[in-house]
């Protein structure tokens, strides 16, 4: 069966930071791109961040650019979003996905999701 469980989510204050942690069982982990995703209240989900397969490359969405950082732990079957200066804006439901997309941030070609975490900042 194929599970993607995210963690690590909060209430923290501006300027704080939270590592998310996206825990991954039943197929070929490093066979996928991983993707974070966050969704705000009466917004559209929107792509984040992703890692391609082989941690080959990273990606990010100008929004988070210079504040959070992918990784890949192959031997943990684990990727892990490291969020630093975060504000009020940032506040969302994060989502993981797995999925081998030609379009690394985007949601509807991602095959595989987790059930998110809330992150949420207070000002």
């Known amino acids: 069966e194929v599970q993607l469980v995210e963690s690590g989510g909060g209430v923290v204050q501006t300027g704080e930071s939270l590592r998310l942690s996206c825990a991954a069982a039943?197929?070929?982990?490093?066979?996928?791109?991983i993707g974070w995703f966050r969704q705000a209240p009466e917004k559209e989900r929107e792509g984040i961040s992703c890692i391609t397969s082989g941690s080959a490359a990273t990606y990010y969405a100008d929004s988070v650019k210079g504040r959070f950082t992918i990784s890949r732990d192959i031997a943990k079957n684990t990727v892990y979003l490291q969020m630093n200066s975060l504000k009020p804006e940032d506040t969302a439901v994060y989502y993981c996905?797995?999925?081998?997309?030609?379009?690394?941030?985007?949601?509807?070609?991602?095959?595989?999701w987790g059930r998110g975490t809330q992150v949420t900042v207070s000002s």
């Open positions: 996905a797995a999925g081998t997309p030609t379009s690394v941030l985007d949601t509807s070609l991602y095959d595989f």
């Open positions: 039943g197929f070929r982990f490093d066979d996928y791109n």
